[in-house]
């Protein structure tokens, strides 16, 4: 089987996000590049986790998947996943460790979303401040209040000037930053491959 530990995604599938990059990409297209197989990789995921959603509520047809693809948000998808485990786990007895297997899972595809939005609500730009070019990193609009911080953030070092002080997003991502990402979110989708596989063949439906 795929089985990977869950702990590899810890690394960049935190809760903090990459903004001490200073050195982005020598073009956009690069880091356009990048999004597009980011996004690409997690709708794989979301493709496995909505097989693991139709497993618990044991359809036999499409139903239970469209179902999981209206619901909006990833964190209500995660939670549609969590309802349906509670009644699939007691009616074929399935072991502690199987379910605490699950809210790990769970937890990580909860990070993952999050990196999953920051790449999906960025926008790719060359940044030149006094003339030094910095290259190009995606980075939040400034429209988006959760994603960037309402004042410039003062540098930690009293009396010095920090360029990047001008800036208010909450992060800044090159490609390797998202090929990174992206490796993790394939690693996310074997893990639900794997999981739901060992319960397929542990607990067939009655």
Not at 103 to 121: M, T
Request: contains cysteine; charged residues 20%.
């Amino acid at each position: 089987m795929r089985r990977a530990t869950t702990g590899i995604f810890t690394a960049v599938l935190s809760e903090n996000r990459r903004c001490a990059l200073k050195l982005g990409d020598q073009s956009v297209n690069e880091i356009w590049l990048s999004v597009g197989v980011s996004l690409t990789n997690w709708e794989q995921v979301e493709l496995y986790a909505a097989s693991l959603f139709e497993y618990f509520v044991e359809c036999k047809t499409k139903a239970a998947a469209r179902v999981y693809g209206s619901i909006m948000s990833a964190a209500g998808r995660s939670t549609s996943i969590r309802a349906a485990a509670d009644v699939f786990f007691p009616r074929y007895h399935v072991s502690d460790a199987d379910q605490k297997s699950l809210n790990l899972l769970l937890q990580h595809f909860g990070r993952a979303s999050r990196r999953r939005d920051d790449i999906a609500h960025g926008m790719a730009l060359g940044i030149t401040v006094d003339g030094t070019n910095f290259g190009a990193f995606l980075v939040p609009p400034d429209y988006n209040s959760s994603l960037t911080h309402a004042q410039m953030q003062e540098t930690k070092q009293p009396d010095t000037w920090d360029t990047w002080s001008l800036f208010r997003h909450r992060y800044r991502y090159n490609s390797s930053d998202m090929n990174a990402i992206s490796v993790k979110f394939n690693a996310l989708r074997n893990v639900i491959g794997d999981y739901h596989d060992l319960n397929a063949k542990k607990h067939p439906h009655q």
